[in-house]
């Protein structure tokens, strides 16, 4: 399985679900590959967010290597699943999609809620974070039933 995590500018919220998801997924035995990207460019070649960073060690996760990339078309075929944190999100990957299978691909990470920006308030990103646990455990849970 290989799945993409999106969100704007690929600094806080994706990094987040990208190492979450890469912990969980080795934590219950599944070989995985999980990235993220951005729909904004503005932090390409950055690294997480230090708020993200320590937030993520926190909980024993490194995200501290990752580096941040925009989405680009190709990566419809490159993953097999792309989970969006927010409606903006999923607009933007939506109009990039070519056709309906690409389309099939994208969803919100929580179902049908959202993952609030945590950018703007330093206090966000612990409830966040365990917003984003949340998400990716119900995620490896449904992937593996079906």
Known sequence: MKILMVC???????????????????ENGLDWHVDSAGTGNWHIGEGPDRRST????????????????LF????????DRIFVMDKNNLKDILGMARNEDDEKKIKLLLGD???PDPYYDDQQF?????????????????????
């Open 113 to 115: 809620k959202i993952v």
């Open 54 to 69: 320590r937030t993520a060690r926190n909980h024993g996760i490194d995200i501290s290597g990752q580096v941040c990339r």
């Open 72 to 79: 680009r078309v190709s990566d419809f075929d490159e993953f």
């Open 8 to 26: 704007l500018g690929n600094i806080c919220r994706s990094p987040l679900a990208e190492g979450v998801m890469q912990h969980l997924s080795k």
């Open 126 to 146: 612990e409830p966040v974070f365990k917003m984003i646990e949340q998400g990716c455990r119900e995620i490896i849970e449904s992937l593996r039933q079906n």
